[in-house]
């Protein structure tokens, strides 16, 4: 039971975290969900952010905020999740629906994040890393 109420507490916290996402000009939604220390990480494609205020500037604003008038986030399929006491990991497959502020051109990508959980005592369970890609390709020579 202990363990299914966790997981319950992580999805709930992933399911901020999608509201993070396409309401980036409230970052108060995105302190909520992460650890302010300076050693929490944010891999993803356009660069690999260390400490709550690098993934806060070069993720939330110069890239989702800044890049995009619309943004919307959805989980594609189930959340996997194992936990291993205060610390949980979550694995699963998304896809992002944005328009680009600059010009209005529809942007959708489709990948796949695994994310990484402390449990505290006054926050509960927040993101301490993130490192979301592209998805997998299984052509002949591809993905080296």
Aim: charge should be negative; hydrophobic fraction near 35%.
């Amino acid at each position: 039971m202990n363990k299914e109420i966790n997981k319950n507490e992580i999805k709930a916290v992933i399911n901020k975290y999608l509201k993070s996402i396409e309401k980036a000009e409230d970052i108060h939604l995105a302190e909520e969900i992460w650890s302010n220390s300076s050693e929490v990480s944010f891999i993803h494609p356009r660069g690999h952010e260390h400490g709550w205020e690098e993934i806060k500037q070069n993720f939330y604003f110069e890239t989702m905020r800044d890049m995009f008038s619309k943004r919307k986030l959805q989980l594609v399929g189930d959340v996997s999740i194992q936990t291993y006491g205060e610390i949980a990991i979550a694995e699963f497959y998304w896809k992002f629906n944005a328009t680009f502020r600059e010009d209005g051109e529809a942007l959708e990508t489709k990948g796949r994040e695994s994310q990484v959980f402390h449990k505290t005592k006054n926050k509960g369970w927040i993101l301490v890393h993130v490192h979301y890609s592209n998805m997998p390709v299984t052509g002949e020579r591809e993905g080296f």
